[in-house]
């Protein structure tokens, strides 16, 4: 194997994993308060279940619970993803590891008081939890911009990740005008423009740019479909870099003409994507799919289902609150949660590996980094998990609490199941060493 290339190698316990160039605690950190977040996310999703059903999605409470969804779940997952990979992406070390960990110990516990403060309505903490959220975010867009900047090679991925931080700030800076509105009132009858700009811009530009940015490098080395032609990577960031500003501007504009182009833009970089995704996979080498793959291709229908309900979404969202409910809970708890859960399986037995194992191969049989959990739990876990939010949105969309009620305690049950998963992987003993 090749650790200063990144090359994955091909056979072995290790085979089609990426190697590592960079301390393994920082990412390994940023993963297990990640979990926890979803944790707290899936549990807070089973409280919240009969506002959803309602479609009450702007309430306080089913607010709070998104937040632990979108900084806690999926951006804290996204930041140890990149402190893995940018070494093997960008052949060069983080530019600050001290900085990773520093923006780490602001930004989780801001996510923390953050979301609390948004379920319980607390002025008091609303201003602790976006000061210490905000200096998480921006010492992690500082460090890891630095990195960019010194990288020999700049490759889609690359310019992904630099975009992709550009519009986390930008949620940023409209998640402060919506917390200062709380306050004063002063965006009036604008405020749910500025909600929905706010989502779209966290969700399509931050979220779904770097998942396209990581899948040009994660798919093809997973897969083993090296070689592949990759263009459509590079159309679906462009369209979406156009498209997300126009759909955000036509909203806080009140521009229909613009949102409505915004929005086909996004819907074309994302169908790019996906022809992109669906490239790799019909390429790979690798016939059979880890759980891990096959949480990502999952994920990828999720979101290809969002996107079928925005256009109707962004037409009549205004007057049927449980659509525009069922639209969240489809991309959110469905594509990208998911998908997120993708990376989780993948990166974190690999971490859990190098930390027991790396020592000791050649000299005596290890397990293969897929020994480190049970992938029959996986697939469970991934078809309770696809099971629950398919019924959470057809029960929103008939408005039955009763039956949101019971689909929220199904996908929280799915969380714990991955929770579980990652604490076996983290402490637990392999189910068998065979390979010398």
């Given at each position: 194997m090749n650790a200063s290339t990144g090359a994955p190698p091909r056979s072995g316990p290790m085979a089609g994993?990426?190697?590592?160039?960079?301390?393994?605690?920082?990412?390994?950190?940023?993963f297990a308060a990640a979990t926890l977040f979803l944790v707290a996310g899936g549990l807070g999703v089973a409280r919240v279940a009969p506002e959803l059903a309602a479609g009450a999605h702007l309430s306080p409470h089913v607010a709070g619970v998104t937040h632990l969804f979108t900084l806690g779940w999926i951006t804290t997952t996204i930041f140890g993803a990149l402190y893995q990979?940018?070494?093997?992406?960008?052949?060069?070390?983080v530019r600050w590891p001290w900085l990773g960990h520093a923006s780490l110990a602001l930004f989780a516990p801001g996510v923390a008081v953050f979301a609390a403060s948004v379920f319980l309505v607390s002025a008091t903490l609303h201003h602790v939890g976006i000061a210490l959220v905000a200096s998480g975010i921006l010492l992690v867009t500082a460090n890891v911009g630095a990195t960019l900047l010194r990288a020999p090679q700049r490759d889609a991925s690359a310019r992904a990740v630099?975009?992709?931080?550009?519009?986390?700030?930008?949620?940023?800076?409209?998640?402060i005008l919506l917390l200062h509105n709380f306050h004063t009132g002063f965006l009036g009858a604008r405020r749910l423009a500025f909600l929905a700009a706010h989502a779209h811009v966290a969700l399509g530009g931050w979220v779904l740019v770097m998942i396209v940015g990581m899948s040009h490098r994660l798919l093809p080395m997973f897969l083993v479909a090296h070689g592949v032609e990759a263009r459509w990577t590079g159309r679906a960031l462009a369209l979406l870099a156009a498209g997300v500003p126009l759909l955000a501007a036509g909203l806080l504009g009140d521009v229909g003409a613009l949102a409505w182009i915004g929005l086909l833009l996004m819907e074309a970089g994302l169908a790019c994507f996906l022809v992109q995704a669906r490239t790799f996979y019909r390429k790979r080498i690798r016939r059979r799919l880890d759980p891990g793959l096959r949480f990502a291709a999952v994920a990828l229908g999720l979101?290809?289902?969002?996107?079928?309900?925005?256009?109707?979404?962004?037409?009549?969202?205004?007057?049927?609150?449980?659509?525009a409910t069922a639209y969240g809970l489809v991309g959110l708890l469905g594509g990208f949660a998911i998908y997120v859960a993708c990376l989780g399986y993948k990166i974190v037995p690999f971490l859990a590996w190098l930390g027991r194992y790396r020592d000791r191969m050649g000299r005596e049989p290890v397990p293969a980094v897929a020994d480190l959990f049970s992938a029959t739990l996986a697939r469970w876990?991934?078809?309770?998990?696809?099971?629950?939010?398919?019924?959470?949105?057809?029960?929103?969309?008939?408005?039955?609490?009763?039956?949101?009620?019971?689909?929220?305690?199904?996908?929280?049950?799915?969380?714990?199941?991955?929770?579980?998963?990652?604490?076996?992987?983290?402490?637990?003993?392999?189910r068998k060493a065979t390979h010398g």
């Open positions: 994993m990426p190697m590592t160039t960079g301390s393994l605690v920082l990412p390994g950190a940023h990979l940018l070494p093997v992406a960008l052949g060069t070390p630099a975009l992709a931080l550009l519009f986390l700030v930008a949620t940023l800076a409209l998640g979101l290809a289902a969002a996107a079928l309900l925005a256009p109707a979404v962004l037409a009549r969202g205004a007057t049927h609150p449980r659509l876990q991934l078809g309770l998990m696809v099971a629950a939010v398919a019924a959470l949105a057809l029960a929103v969309a008939g408005g039955s609490a009763v039956a949101a009620q019971l689909a929220a305690l199904a996908y929280a049950l799915s969380t714990l199941g991955y929770a579980g998963q990652m604490l076996r992987v983290a402490v637990g003993a392999p």
